[in-house]
C-alpha cells in the first residue's frame, strides 16, 4: 500500500475513535488531515462531513456530504447527515431531498423519517409529510410528538375527527399536556364552553420563528392595516400622551405613534419581537413579559393603551381588562382589535388557532370593569387566503 494511503487510513482510524470517544475536534481533524491524503474518498468525506455536523459547522458539513454523497449515492448516513445539516439551515426541500434518499436506503430508520415529516410540513406539502408522519408512527408507535404533528397536519387538511384523535393519542403517550389540550380544543365544537387558553411557550416560539419576517409577511402578504386604522381617531384627536403598545411586536404601532405622544412603551411575550422592537428605536423602554402578567406587575401608568391584532392570541380577557383599568389614568383611552365573532358566541377558539370575540361580550367586559364605549364599529383587520378576515376596531374610555 502506498504510504500515504496508509497515513491516511491510520489517520482515519484515529478520527473514528476520537469520534466515538466525543472529541469532536480532535475528530475534524484527523478526518481532514486524512482527506488531504486520499482526496475524494466517500468514507472520509462522510465521517468528517458528519463530525462537522455535531460541531454545529453546517455550511462546511453540506460541503462534505453532498461530496460524499456524490462519491457513493448509497451512503445512507450521510444523507441523513446531510438532512439534518440543511434542515438546521432552514432549506427544507432540499432536507427533505436528502432524506427522502436515505430513506430510500434504510427505510427503518426512525428519527430520519421524523424529520423527513417535519421538513415536508414546512414546504407545505401536507399530504406527503401526512404520509410520512404516519410512517414514522408505524415504526414507533409510541412517539407522542409525532402524533401531536400528525394532528396538526390533520387539523389544517380541515379533517377535525381525525385530528382530535391524534392529540388524544398524543396526551395518552404523555405528550405536552397544555399544547395538546389547546390543539384537541381547537378541533373540537367547543360552542358554549370557555375557550382554552393557548400556553405562552406556543405563543412566544410562534412570534420568535415569525420575527426576522413578520413585517414583510403581515404588511405585505397578508395586507394587514389594521394598526393604522385602530390608531388614526387616536392621533386625529388631541395627543394621546404616555402609550403603551401591548403586543408590540416589532413595532408598526410604535412607528405611527413616535412624535405624535408623549412616550411610547411596549411589551410583547416574544424575545425576538422585542429585540426588533428595540432595533426601531420608537420606544422609550420595552418589555419582554406576557400580557397580563406585565398590566399586574407594572408600575407605570399611562393616558392610552393600544392592542392591535393581539387579543385573536391572547383568549379570555378579563384579565387584561383589569390590567389595564389599573394603569390607565382617569380619563384615559384603551383602543384595540379583535377578530370577530357572532354575537352571543363569547370568545371562541377557532381551528386555525386564533380567537375570536363577540361585540356583545366586548360591551359586557367593558361595563364590568368601568370602561365606556367610545366606538365600535367592524372593518377587516387583515387578509387570509386572500379573504377579507372580519374585525372590530374596539375604542374604549
Known amino acids: 500500500m502506498d504510504a500515504s494511503l496508509e497515513q491516511a487510513r491510520s489517520l482515519f482510524v484515529e478520527g473514528i475513535e476520537h469520534f466515538e470517544g466525543g472529541r469532536l475536534d480532535a475528530a475534524r481533524e484527523r478526518f481532514a488531515a486524512a482527506l488531504a491524503l486520499a482526496p475524494g474518498r466517500p468514507s472520509v468525506l462522510g465521517n468528517l462531513g458528519i463530525t462537522l455536523f455535531r460541531l454545529g459547522r453546517m455550511e462546511e458539513a453540506v460541503a462534505a456530504l453532498e461530496a460524499a454523497v456524490a462519491g457513493d449515492a ?3 448516513d450521510a444523507w441523513f447527515a446531510l438532512g439534518g445539516a440543511r434542515h438546521a439551515l432552514g432549506h427544507w426541500a ?25 421538513c415536508l410540513h414546512r414546504e407545505g406539502d401536507l399530504p406527503a409529510a401526512l404520509a410520512a408522519y404516519e410512517r414514522a408512527l408505524a415504526l414507533d408507535p409510541a412517539l407522542a410528538a409525532a402524533w401531536t404533528e400528525r394532528g396538526s397536519i390533520l387539523r389544517e387538511l380541515q379533517r377535525f375527527d381525525e385530528a382530535a384523535a391524534s392529540f388524544e393519542k ?8 397544555d399544547l395538546n389540550a389547546f390543539y384537541l380544543a381547537a378541533v373540537r365544537d367547543a360552542a358554549g364552553q370557555e375557550a382554552a387558553p393557548p400556553p405562552r411557550r406556543y405563543v412566544e416560539s410562534l412570534f420568535d420563528a415569525y420575527a426576522e419576517d ?6 405585505g402578504q397578508l395586507r394587514y392595516q389594521g394598526f393604522e386604522t385602530l390608531l388614526r381617531p387616536l392621533l386625529d384627536e388631541a395627543a394621546p400622551g404616555e402609550v403603551l403598545d401591548l403586543g408590540c411586536g416589532t413595532g408598526l404601532c410604535g ?39 406585565h398590566l399586574e406587575a407594572s ?22 381588562f383589569a390590567g389595564v383599568r389599573r394603569i390607565l389614568r382617569p380619563g384615559g383611552r384603551f383602543a384595540f ?5 357572532e354575537a352571543g358566541s363569547g370568545v371562541r377558539l377557532l381551528p386555525k388557532l386564533r380567537y375570536t370575540h363577540a361585540p356583545d361580550y366586548l360591551r359586557s367586559l367593558a361595563e364590568a370593569h ?15 387566503q386572500d379573504r377579507p378576515v372580519p374585525g372590530l376596531y374596539v375604542h374604549l374610555r
Open 74 to 76: 448509497d451512503y445512507d
Open 214 to 219: 413578520f413585517e414583510d409577511h403581515l404588511v
Open 299 to 320: 408600575a407605570r401608568h399611562y393616558d392610552c393603551v393600544v392592542a392591535a391584532d393581539v387579543f385573536i392570541y391572547v383568549g379570555e380577557l378579563a384579565t387584561v
Open 370 to 384: 368601568g370602561f365606556t364605549v367610545s366606538a365600535m364599529y367592524s372593518a377587516p383587520i387583515r387578509h387570509d
Open 255 to 293: 412607528r405611527q405613534l413616535q412624535g405624535v405622544a408623549t412616550a411610547v412603551d411596549g411589551v410583547d411575550v416574544s424575545a425576538e419581537m422585542i429585540a426588533r422592537a428595540r432595533g426601531s428605536g420608537h420606544y422609550r423602554e420595552l418589555w419582554h413579559a406576557e400580557l397580563a402578567e
Open 337 to 341: 382589535t379583535v377578530e370577530a365573532g
Open 170 to 177: 398524543a396526551l395518552a403517550l404523555g405528550g405536552d399536556a
Open 94 to 118: 432540499a432536507a427533505a431531498q436528502a432524506l427522502g434518499e436515505g430513506l430510500a436506503r434504510s427505510p427503518q430508520r426512525v428519527e430520519p423519517c421524523v424529520l423527513h415529516a417535519e
